[in-house]
Nanobody
Framework: QVQLVESGGGLVQAGGSLRLSCVAS????????MGWYRQAPGKQRELVAT???????NYADSVKGRFTISRDNAKNTVYLQMNSLKPGDTAVYYC????????????WGQGTQVTVSS
């Protein structure tokens, strides 16, 4: 059974930092694209950042220069370092793992809440 378990969310003041972690089990972690998405109240889920097996990264324009995605294949873990947080970053953050079978949906974690106060 595939599981993605996020941790590290919480309440932080504007300008602060948080580090999210996502541990994957039940899948071959190393060869997958991994990512972080977020969903704010009343809004659609949106891409935050992705990272390929080889370490290539992609970021939403709104987080470039502030967030860093990384992965440790030996630990089946993907991270999201979030610096200079803004109230607009408040959302539930979800870990995403690419499904290697064409046409099948990706895997998702249960989400972790990030709240940034002004």
């Amino acid at each position: 059974q595939v599981q993605l378990v996020e941790s590290g969310g919480g309440l932080v003041q504007a300008g602060g930092s948080l580090r999210l972690s996502c541990v994957a089990s039940g899948i071959v972690f190393s060869f997958r694209r991994m990512g972080w998405y977020r969903q704010a109240p009343g809004k659609q889920r949106e891409l935050v950042a992705t990272i390929t097996y080889g370490g290539s990264t992609n970021y939403a324009d709104s987080v470039k220069g502030r967030f860093t995605i990384s992965r440790d294949n030996a630990k089946n873990t993907v991270y999201l370092q979030m610096n200079s947080l803004k109230p607009g970053d408040t959302a539930v953050y979800y870990c995403n793992a690419e499904n290697m079978r064409p046409g099948y949906p990706d895997y998702w974690g249960q989400g972790t809440q990030v709240t940034v106060s002004s």
